[in-house]
Antibody, heavy 120, light 107 residues
Framework: QVQLVESGGGLVKPGGSLRLSCAAS????????MSWIRQAPGKGLEWVSYISSSGSTIYYADSVKGRFTISRDNAKNSLYLQMNSLRAEDTAVYYCARVYSYANEYFDYWGQGTLVTVSS | DIQMTQSPSTLSASVGDRVTITCRAS??????LAWYQQKPGKAPKLLIYKASSLESGVPSRFSGSGSGTEFTLTISSLQPDDFATYYC?????????FGQGTKVEIK
């Protein structure tokens, strides 16, 4: 069965950095596009970043562009999100999600999420 | 960016009620719309894709309709397990966006 397991969240000071990981299993990871989606406490869902199956196509939300970097290692079945210059407004649960397919970019499987708290 | 607006924000209903949630897009998105259910402390779960296609394993009491800019999610007979928050998401263009959510509460 498809499993996505995020890790790497925690408490970080404003301006700091954090690297999130998402370990994928139960499907051929290298065949799928992936995304990160976040949810601030008590708020709705916000798409953050997207990466194609090969890593050649990447998109970011304007709110994180220039600060966050998405990447993947298909040999390790893993997705990453490097977060730099963190701000209080980046505080959220971060989910990794599988994109169903190219041109059908809805999210068919989600991880359980990892909490990032940015506070001094 | 395409803005997605859901209504209502909160809905109070009883078990057995027919429930309808509306999602409006700021521009046409054809049928490129998905619906998700989220329970407290859990990840969202895909219910509907391409506006009206039911995801495998999702009960048939859930249905979706619409195209262009106006969409609806209907629960034909609300069950205790359905009390949750529902989100729509457009995937017509990158910079994928979600509605703000509709919380379905027990009346």
């Amino acid at each position: 069965q498809v499993q996505l397991v995020e890790s790497g969240g925690g408490l970080v000071k404003p301006g700091g950095s954090l690297r999130l990981s998402c370990a994928a299993s139960g499907f051929t990871f290298s065949d799928y596009y992936m995304s990160w989606i976040r949810q601030a406490p008590g708020k709705g869902l916000e798409w953050v970043s997207y990466i194609s199956s090969s890593g050649s196509t990447i998109y970011y939300a304007d709110s994180v562009k220039g600060r966050f970097t998405i990447s993947r290692d298909n040999a390790k079945n893993s997705l990453y999100l490097q977060m730099n210059s963190l701000r209080a407004e980046d505080t959220a649960v971060y989910y990794c999600a599988r994109v169903y397919s190219y041109a059908n970019e809805y999210f068919d499987y989600w991880g359980q999420g990892t909490l990032v708290t940015v506070s001094s | 960016d395409i803005q997605m607006t859901q209504s209502p924000s909160t809905l109070s209903a009883s078990v057995g009620d027919r429930v309808t949630i509306t999602c409006r897009a700021s521009q046409s998105i054809s049928s490129w719309l998905a619906w998700y259910q989220q329970k407290p402390g859990k990840a969202p779960k895909l219910l509907i894709y391409k506006a009206s296609s039911l995801e495998s394993g999702v009960p048939s009491r859930f249905s979706g309709s619409g195209s262009g800019t106006e969409f609806t999610l209907t629960i034909s007979s609300l069950q205790p397990d359905d009390f949750a928050t529902y989100y729509c998401q457009q995937y017509n263009s990158y910079l994928w966006t979600f509605g703000q959510g509709t919380k379905v509460e027990i009346k």
